[in-house]
């Protein structure tokens, strides 16, 4: 498997445990205006004439999961702090973070950070990109990426 295969295998196992996250934040009825798939299924549909169905904001999601940070992990995997794949990947969900914070997020009209939804926003996406980043490095890390890593670095 190459390296990039095994790195957005790493970020699709990723948002699946973020998804299921989101799903249970959903359930337990904690912060429904937080609603990161509503808000990629609007800017969609507003911005891109998508239809407003919410398989379009979940395929987004896992696109953005899998592909897009899953190959930026790769790519910036040897420069991350942390001594081990599962540090490197929670450092590098600080930085998928703060592009969710002054990105999406704003475009969204939550606001910088999401503060249009108030204090816990901002703590609540961080404390779930941790994790995410935490399933992140560990999925990375057993799928062997060392070698990837080491590879990148002398190419």
Request: charged share 5%; glycine share 10%; proline share 5%.
């Amino acid at each position: 498997m190459s390296c990039y295969v095994r790195s957005m295998v790493a970020g699709f196992v990723a948002t699946v445990a973020l998804s299921l996250l989101m799903l249970m934040k959903g359930a337990m009825g904690l912060m429904p205006e937080l609603n990161p798939i509503a808000m990629l299924t609007e800017m969609a549909h507003a911005k891109m004439g998508m239809p407003a169905s919410p398989m379009v904001g979940w395929v987004a999601h896992f696109m953005i999961g899998t592909v897009v940070w899953g190959i930026l992990f790769q790519l910036l995997y040897g420069r991350l702090p942390g001594r081990s794949a599962l540090l490197k990947g929670m450092s590098f969900s600080l930085l998928a973070w703060l592009m969710m914070m002054i990105g999406p997020m704003p475009m969204a009209d939550a606001g910088l950070f999401g503060m249009n939804l108030g204090m816990m926003a901002p703590m609540m996406t961080l404390m779930m990109h941790l994790i995410w980043g935490a399933v992140l490095g560990y999925t990375y890390g057993r799928l062997n990426a060392n070698s990837c890593a080491v590879r990148t670095a002398t190419s």
